[in-house]
């Protein structure tokens, strides 16, 4: 004979089964879609970072090909220094700067150094002037500051540095850091 004890003993384990039979399915269907939701954002995460990449890598290369084709210019314009009488070379390449800083108001700054003796005039008639680097050399610096434009002296340190000595080594077009 059953009794209510027995009834509720035999409900409560026929109630475990079916629960533990819906929860064992339950959880393998949440384990899959966890890791396929995880596999998708992952994916989606990967693409969109890609594309972001893509299309910032794309900018830049356009600034740079802007200030890259304004610095061709400007050697180019250098190139036929010779053409300019040697006590009106640094002068000229000192407007030369400015104009072009003028012209891209983007750039930071616009400068050329010159080893001693290769512009090809005196530089001791240069002496004390923002025209002359302590070594003897030419330094034109023209840099934006609040909007305004402004020059500076170049140091005998500047003649260390890798934007000058990569280029002097390599004698052609150098982008570094």
Same mark, same amino acid.
């Given at each position: 004979?059953?009794?209510?004890?027995?009834?509720?003993?035999?409900?409560?384990?026929?109630? $475990?089964?079916?629960?533990?039979?819906? #929860?064992?399915?339950? !959880?393998?269907?949440?384990?899959? %879609?966890? /890791?396929? =939701? &995880? @596999?998708?954002?992952?994916?989606?995460?990967?693409?969109?970072?890609?594309?972001?990449?893509?299309?910032?890598?794309? $900018?830049?290369?356009?600034?740079?090909? #802007?200030?890259?084709? !304004?610095?061709?210019?400007?050697? %180019?314009? /250098?190139? =036929? &220094? @010779?053409?300019?009488?040697?006590?009106?070379?640094?002068?000229?390449?000192?407007?030369?700067?400015?104009?072009?800083?003028?012209?891209?108001?983007?750039?930071?700054?616009?400068?050329?150094?010159?080893?001693?003796?290769?512009?090809?005039?005196?530089?001791?008639?240069?002496?004390?002037?923002?025209?002359?680097?302590?070594?003897?050399?030419?330094?034109?610096?023209?840099?934006?500051?609040?909007?305004?434009?402004?020059?500076?002296?170049?140091?005998?340190?500047?003649?260390?540095?890798?934007?000058?000595?990569?280029?002097?080594?390599?004698?052609?077009?150098?982008?570094?850091?």
């Amino acid at each position: 004979k059953k009794t209510p004890r027995t009834k509720s003993s035999l409900f409560r384990r026929m109630l $475990l089964f079916i629960g533990a039979a819906s #929860l064992i399915p339950l !959880a393998g269907v949440i384990t899959v %879609a966890s /890791f396929q =939701s &995880y @596999r998708t954002v992952s994916d989606e995460t990967t693409r969109y970072a890609m594309e972001q990449g893509r299309s910032s890598a794309a $900018l830049i290369k356009a600034d740079l090909q #802007l200030h890259l084709g !304004a610095v061709r210019s400007l050697a %180019a314009a /250098f190139e =036929s &220094y @010779r053409k300019v009488p040697p006590q009106k070379r640094r002068e000229f390449f000192s407007e030369e700067i400015r104009a072009t800083l003028e012209r891209y108001p983007s750039a930071l700054a616009v400068w050329t150094q010159w080893a001693p003796g290769a512009i090809g005039d005196d530089p001791s008639a240069y002496r004390g002037t923002d025209l002359a680097a302590p070594n003897s050399g030419f330094g034109a610096v023209w840099y934006r500051k609040n909007g305004e434009l402004r020059t500076m002296d170049l140091e005998d340190s500047d003649y260390d540095a890798i934007y000058y000595t990569a280029v002097k080594e390599r004698g052609r077009e150098t982008i570094v850091d």
